[in-house]
């Protein structure tokens, strides 16, 4: 074994000719599951591996690793540094994969579609926001938009206006402006983060990690304060600061950071207890202590999940009231589960929110720099954890014709982020876990006649009702929320086109799951052979 620090010259190998030497193999990349298993091999010079996971594959803490023989930082878990056991000199060290002019090593960006390149539904289109604050627009992918507010046209889209090194932005836009009346009016762009993706922050455990958060902004319009915010994913936790734009229809880089790291409720695994009292609704809902932390999830028979209901108050040492109402009636002795404020919801998936404030009323504020528990306070918030600051000035729903374009967003661990251009093809990778179609990329849904569609030929002649299952492109995170179907033909929803009778035909997505869906016709079709059934399709999950 050469063990040789210089890689060898670069070569085409021929099947039947010559012999591979180990210098060459030896500058092929490998892969390693888990940081636990790259904490057992030593490298040699130039050898490159691709971590799967910090402790799961896809966890957030995959990447690309380079061996440094004479590297001595400390192992922190693969944010930047791995140290293979029994060695004082020799790490395998995190690789930037993109634009990263810094020199810093980087650590993996946990938020899906940074660059906004993928808007697969309407691939440029504009979306409407509703605004009453319990409905959300989605664009580009993995990104949405949420207004409580008396302004008026509100839309959300993809735009080609980017900083340098990307080709796209979010754009949010303002049609008529309104003052901000209510305690609770705002807007803001954000993105639920899914526990598979940011468990390696490990948020609510006695090992959380401090983290960082990078981004492009161009403000029209409206200039001043606006304000960035953390939650988790119950709403009822979080942290906010603020960032200036001072100068509009500039493209600027804002950096916030360190975020400090949040073990709060590390320990307390979600428990149940029983009701000491028979209550109806409007009245509070009184159980015991034990255990409870003030932003804890309270859920049971009855008691409100939309918005959640929370332990708002310090807990005294006999019993806790929940100051939010309850739905129906809850007896005396009903079971009632308590989730401390870091469980993710088991429904979506959904461990926190990166969220950018554009507008918001005093009712949303909270204390800059800090982690904060607070109680919710009602319809159009969301939830009880802060999203501005009181330093809020730049109010984006005041002013007509207003816009913000927002790009290159990067969430990581550690003190500072740094931006990086993510891969292409590995970024539709990511994004295919939360959505994909059957359409080619750049071809909007819904497209009549579009190319590529999925295509089932019958064999024989009958009457009988098609059953076709379709696999996803890539396994999905979750059970996709919804599976649309489209007529390769006139692209209508709903509906496949039936070669035989040369007409679309109502369908339906059956049989769900994260590899794959089955397409049933509502009624039965007359075949022949030779006969094609042809549509596409949209998948999306709850993210």
Known sequence: MSGSNVPPALTVSSNGIGVVPDALLNSFMQAAALVANLRSFQGIGNMNVWLCGTNAPNDGGQGVFIWSGSATAADDDGATTIAPYGLLAGRWLRQSTGNNVSGQAVSENFLVNSGCTFD?????????????????????DCWDASAFTLASGLTLQRSGDAPGGLLNSIQLTVGTGAAITRTNDGIILFQNLNNTQINSIAFGQNDAKITSV??????????????????????SRGFVTSFDVPV?????????????ADSYGAGTA????????????????????????????ISGTNIPSSPPTYCDEVVSSTQISLSADVSGTVSSGETITISPPWTFDPSNNILATFTLTLSAGTGFQGIAGAWQTTPPIGV?????????????????????????????????????????????????????QFIQKSYEQSVAVGVAAAATPVVWCQQTSGTFTPSI?????????????????????????????????????????VNIGPTGFTVQTNAPLAQAPGALVEFQWLAETSH
């Open 380 to 432: 159009g918030n969301g939830g009880g954890a802060p999203l501005a600051t009181t330093n809020q000035t730049a109010q984006l729903q005041t002013v007509s014709g207003a816009y913000v374009r927002v790009s290159g967003m990067t969430f990581q661990i550690g003190s500072q982020a740094v931006w990086e251009q993510e891969d292409p093809a590995y970024a539709l990778i990511r994004v295919q």
């Open 469 to 509: 299952f379709v696999p996803f492109r890539q396994e999905m995170l979750l059970n996709p929320s919804s599976v649309t179907i489209y007529s390769a033909n006139s692209g209508a929803s709903g509906k496949v086109y039936d070669g035989n009778s040369a007409s679309d035909v109502a369908a339906t997505a």
């Open 248 to 260: 509009a229809d500039v493209w600027q880089l804002v950096n916030i950071g360190p975020i400090p």
């Open 214 to 235: 990078a981004f492009w902004i161009k403000s029209h319009g409206v200039t001043g304060n606006y304000s960035f915010a953390l939650q988790n994913g119950f709403a």
């Open 270 to 297: 979600p428990f149940t207890a029983n009701t000491t009292a028979s209550t109806t609704s409007g009245n509070v809902l009184t159980i015991p202590s034990a255990g409870i932390l003030v932003g804890a999830m």
């Open 120 to 140: 697969q539904v309407l691939e440029g289109g504009t979306y409407t926001v509703p605004t009453n604050g319990s409905q959300t627009a989605t664009s580009p």
